[in-house]
């Protein structure tokens, strides 16, 4: 079994939020989506239902190997360690990343918010400051991109909480959550939230926004202008989705974008960035582990 068997086919104009668009400049962009690329297959390993958690382990391994020059079978990851080297970049981010989809193979559950974050240390955070570190930002930044990071991945955790239980049996809920709730997870096999799971949902949503708020000041902070544009369109979409998340029921309706809502949340997002630019730059962020 090889990664490419397990590839979802997914690409990285099908994620929930903007990779390498037009706004980023062009000579940054074949970083990022060497970064992307890499990201994906091992993604992709970790959550194939199919194939079984030894397989899934052996092939993260050699993912590894490939990725620090110990083995050179893996497109991506050797794809991705010749671009770190061209560019004079760590591989830190990258295997940061092999630890949360190793996790994801051998950890189903979560057991309460503070675990939940550190699963996105891991697997969220590593992706924004590899990008800074792509643009030469400086790491003082890291603060607030983890909070958008995190906020970024447990929206994907909400929007897709009955297919990552019904197809994985994968629960990122946090379990004492669930359990003050009276909520069992055979709940997410239900074809609408119950009344108890739709408060965890809207709970988990409030905490998120919470890290939203904490993030707001990044996208100024930001030197390169044109990071700085993208930083601010995916914080709209993401308190869009947030807000969304309050009212809609993941188990039973829409809570993604669709292609002809984006250009009201671009001209937003948009506005908002050159409102905020011309307001006085704010040097601290609130904590990423906010309650």
């Not at 010749?82 to 190793?102: I, M, P, Q, Y």
């Not at 108890?196 to 707001?216: F, K, N, S, W």
Request: aromatic share 6%; hydrophobic share 45%.
């Amino acid at each position: 079994m090889t990664a490419a068997q397990l590839s979802s086919g997914k690409g990285h104009k099908d994620e929930n939020f903007p990779v390498a668009s037009i706004l980023i400049a062009r000579k940054h962009r074949p970083a990022i989506m060497a970064f992307y690329r890499f990201a994906r297959a091992s993604d992709d390993i970790a959550d194939n239902a199919a194939a079984t958690p030894t397989a899934k382990l052996a092939l993260l391994d050699d993912m590894r190997l490939n990725l620090i020059g110990e083995a050179n079978d893996a497109q991506e990851a050797v794809a991705l360690r010749k671009v770190l080297k061209a560019h004079g970049l760590s591989n830190e981010h990258a295997l940061d990343l092999l630890t949360a989809f190793r996790q994801d193979v051998t950890k189903l559950r979560y057991a309460n918010w503070n675990e939940l974050l550190d699963y996105c240390r891991y697997s969220a955070m590593p992706v924004g400051r590899f990008v800074l570190d792509v643009h030469g930002e400086d790491r003082g930044l890291w603060p607030a991109n983890d909070a958008l990071c995190a906020a970024l991945q447990i929206i994907n955790h909400l929007q897709d909480c009955a297919k990552d239980y019904r197809q994985l049996d994968r629960v990122y809920l946090p379990t004492d959550l669930l359990e003050r709730a009276g909520v069992s997870t055979l709940a997410l096999a239900k074809d609408k939230s119950s009344l108890a799971l739709h408060g965890v949902i809207v709970d988990l949503t409030r905490r998120t926004q919470e890290l939203l708020h904490a993030a707001r000041p990044f996208a100024r902070q930001i030197r390169d202008r044109r990071l700085a544009l993208e930083v601010s369109v995916i914080q709209t979409l993401a308190e869009d989705l947030a807000e969304r998340l309050l009212t809609n029921d993941p188990l039973s309706e829409r809570v993604h974008h669709t292609r002809g809502e984006l250009p009201a949340l671009l001209f937003r997002s948009l506005r908002e960035f050159a409102s905020a630019r011309l307001r006085p730059n704010k040097t601290t962020t609130d904590s990423a582990t906010s309650p």
